[in-house]
């Protein structure tokens, strides 16, 4: 069975940060490039980073960049999202998700909140 299980969601201030998890079972993350996405109260879901550890690539929204570090442990079968400087347009319902040889995200998670308070 293929499952993406987020985690490392919560309440944080302003400025803080947050570490989510996005831990895979059925298949290797390193032969898929990997996502997290979000999606706000009200609004659609977007992009926030990606990452192919095969060609060494990451991508991240303008968003988040400087802010947000995407990374992989080979050994827990896990990609990370790291969260610095949040801010409240930050809070979301963020989700990871897996795409292989980009045919396009088609695996997701259940996804984990991020509350960021003023």
């Known amino acids: 069975q293929v499952l993406l299980v987020e985690s490392g969601g919560g309440l944080v201030q302003a400025g803080g940060s947050l570490r989510l998890s996005c831990a895979a079972s059925g298949i290797f993350v390193s032969a898929y490039r990997m996502g997290w996405f979000r999606r706000a109260a009200g609004k659609e879901q977007e992009f926030v980073a990606s990452i192919n550890w095969n060609v060494g690539s990451t991508n991240y929204a303008d968003s988040v960049k400087g802010r947000f570090t995407i990374s992989i442990d080979i050994a827990k079968n896990t990609v990370y999202l790291q969260m610095n400087s949040l801010k409240p347009e930050d809070a979301a319902v963020y989700s990871c998700?897996?795409?292989?040889?980009?045919?396009?995200?088609?695996?997701w998670g259940q996804g984990t909140q991020v509350t960021v308070s003023s």
């Open positions: 998700a897996a795409n292989f040889q980009d045919r396009g995200y088609h695996i």
